[in-house]
């Protein structure tokens, strides 16, 4: 009786049951019904809802897809992603596009990788004349902000008059 309930409930937004949709026709219940209404009337309505259906879905799934990525030029110097511990730590060149998204890549150390486009970070042209000398300035001019502290009062109470 329960699966027979199930399967005679309407859909939310189709608004027939999966027995309708299945067999054309409503399934006769212990519940009292009109036999006219026991003929589903057009089965094409069904099939346009369920597109809208789907095409609403597809828009609001697809609406937060990934953003699409500028595609890199042979010769551009880009970072690419170390894996282990998810840095950008290695540095290298495009040699060339293999597929779409994926790039021939030649670090400094002259090993090549292809790379999916999303693992390349491309370094702006003012970042190429900057060598990693730049790790070698000491650290001990640098300034650290503190977080604000809050500002407390003691109580009246727990101050002594003097």
Known sequence: MGLLAYRTTPLKHIELSPSELLMNRNLRT??????????????????????????????????????????????????????????????????????????LVKLDNDVLFRRNRKDLLLIPNSMHNISNENEDISHTDIHTLDRPKRHTRPPDRLLENC
């Not at 809802?49 to 789907?54: A, D, Q, S």
């Not at 500028?70 to 894996?83: A, M, T």
């Open 30 to 103: 212990n519940l009292p019904i009109k036999t006219d209404l026991l003929n589903v009337p057009n089965s094409k309505n069904v099939v346009k809802k369920r597109e809208e259906l789907r095409e609403n879905q597809k828009l609001y799934y697809d609406k937060n897809s990934t953003r699409s990525l500028r595609s890199l030029e042979p010769g551009n110097i880009v970072r690419v992603i170390n894996c282990n511990n998810n840095t950008w730590s290695n540095k290298g060149t495009i040699i060339r596009l293999v597929a779409p998204r994926s790039y």
